[in-house]
């Protein structure tokens, strides 16, 4: 089996030092050459790419907090439904930021589109995108 790595490239065009690595099977008759990424290969870089996410999100969270005014308001949301970048995510930044208090998504919303005091939505459920908010308010 070779290995063929792909060079994500950034919105400049330039390449990036990540690589994803892609493993590629001897073609068999019945896959007309196609490539096979493994189960293990592609779980592996999927978990990778997810944890360097997190991380990501973790600092744009901090980073923003710092601009909000006190009695600021402060929304994160995504486009997911991975409890880790979403209602972890939040849970993390109110213990680490005492200042921040989490508005009771339920206040406004139905509460079938809540969880604990933020907004989830499963497209199994509610017939649309799966997406996630939390909103904040900075105290002095």
């Known amino acids: 089996m070779s290995k ?13 030092k990540k690589t994803v690595n892609v493993e590629k099977s001897k073609p068999a008759a ?9 189960t293990k290969t592609y779980l592996d870089e999927l978990r990778a790419l997810q944890i360097e996410l997190v991380k990501l999100q973790e600092k ?10 006190p009695e600021g308001i402060m929304v994160y949301s995504t486009c997911t439904m991975n409890p880790e970048e979403n209602e972890r995510q939040i849970e993390k930044f109110l ?5 921040f208090t989490l508005i009771d998504a339920s206040e406004k919303l139905p509460g079938d589109f809540c ?16 997406a996630f908010a939390a909103k904040m308010i900075k105290t002095r």
């Open 115 to 130: 969880q604990g005091g933020m907004f989830r939505s499963l497209p199994v459920r509610h017939n649309m995108d799966g």
């Open 4 to 16: 063929k790595k792909q060079e994500p490239k950034n919105s400049s065009g330039e390449k990036t």
């Open 60 to 69: 744009a969270l901090a980073l923003g907090a710092n601009f909000v005014r």
């Open 30 to 38: 019945d896959l007309d050459g196609r490539v096979e990424i493994t």
């Open 95 to 99: 213990a680490r930021n005492p200042r």
